[in-house]
Structures are given as C-alpha cells and as structure tokens.
C-alpha cells in the first residue's frame, strides 16, 4: 500500500512539473522561438564542421530549441519551434510525445530537422499534422569523431539531430512524436 501512494505521489508530481513545463513553453512568444533557434542552430554550426554546408543544401530546416521530457514509467515531451524555408521563416510548430517504459525525471534536448528535398517538403507541408514513423521517417544523423557529417552521402529525404548543451545525443528515436503548426 505504501508503494503504491509512494509511486501515485511521484507520478502526480511528474505531471504537475511536466504541465508546468509545457505551459512555460506554450508561452513562448514567435520573437523568443525565432532567438532561441538561432542560438541552437549557431550551437549545431560550432559542433558540427560541415552542419552549414548541409544546411545550405536543405530544402526547409525545422528547429526545436528546448523539448523538455519528463516521466516516472509513462512520459510525455513537449517543444515548440520554428520553420525556415529558404532562409524566410515559413511557421511555427510544436512536437508532442509520449511513452511507456522504464523512465524517472526530467531532460531537456535540441532537435534539429532538415528537408533535403522538395517532396520531402511538401509532404511534410500538405498535412495538418506530421506523426514522424507514420507520415515520414526522420534519419538521425551521427556525427563522426572529428564533428564531421558526410553530406555527400546523405540520401534520405528527412534528417535529424538530437542534441544537448553536453553535445550530440545518441542511440535516440524520434518516432511516434507528432509535429503541429502553431500560431505564433
């Protein structure tokens, strides 16, 4: 019986800090997003050597700055971002998931999606939401030893970075989160 109230109080306070947290982001103004993706892509363009070549070779780059995630055993991720298309911001977007499993407190990541091609785009474009493993697979890129990506190699339509204020994140999946327009 204690065990079980022990785990329903963490659980309650899990969700209260994870509701807070999404509340905060939910805040966030279309001129804060915009500053924050810039310090996150500027934090990608210092870690990886090439990142601005990639970039340069995208169709649209999709940036998350902040994706807090928190849970006891179930869990749930919420960020907001922006779009550039071409360099012109093209919208906003939040990413919402969540997961069952073994997992206990609070992390927040960077996300970093980049189209590299025009139906990659569009696909992404012509819905109202876009649930990554279902409407279209994101690759999670892997940066080499040196913080090089061998972009002439790349051949999937849809990319990704997970990163952290530590570097690089690995061994991480993206799917079944859903991205959404905002307005902003």
């Known amino acids: 019986m204690r065990a079980i109230r022990f785990l329903l109080v963490a659980f309650l306070a899990v969700t209260a800090v994870s509701f807070h947290s999404v509340d905060?982001?939910?805040?966030a103004s279309a001129a804060a997003i915009d500053a924050d993706?810039?310090?996150?892509l500027d934090q990608f363009f210092r870690r990886v050597i090439n990142g601005r070549d990639l970039a340069n070779k995208a169709e649209a780059i999709l940036?998350?700055?902040?994706?807090v995630k928190a849970g006891i055993?179930?869990?749930?991720?919420?960020?907001?971002?922006?779009?550039h298309v071409r360099g012109q911001t093209a919208g906003y977007f939040n990413i919402i998931g969540a997961s069952i499993g073994f997992q206990l407190g609070i992390q927040?990541?960077?996300v970093i999606i980049m189209f590299m091609t025009?139906?990659?785009?569009?696909?992404?474009q012509s819905r109202a939401g876009f649930e990554i493993g279902v409407d279209g697979s994101v690759a999670l890129i892997t940066v080499?030893?040196?913080?090089?990506?061998?972009?002439?190699n790349i051949l999937d339509p849809?990319?990704?970075f997970v990163f952290n204020n530590k570097g690089l994140m690995y061994n991480l999946t993206l799917e079944g989160t859903k991205i959404t327009r905002i307005r902003r």
């Not at 993706?37 to 996150?40: D, G, L, S």
């Not at 080499?144 to 002439?152: E, I, L, P, R």
């Open 118 to 124: 025009p139906a990659a785009l569009a696909g992404f």
């Open 108 to 110: 927040t990541r960077s």
């Open 63 to 67: 940036v998350f700055p902040s994706i």
């Open 24 to 27: 905060t982001a939910r805040a």
């Open 37 to 40: 993706a810039k310090v996150t």
């Open 144 to 152: 080499g030893v040196a913080g090089q990506v061998d972009t002439n």
């Open 158 to 160: 849809i990319i990704g």
């Open 73 to 83: 055993g179930i869990g749930g991720e919420y960020g907001e971002g922006v779009m």
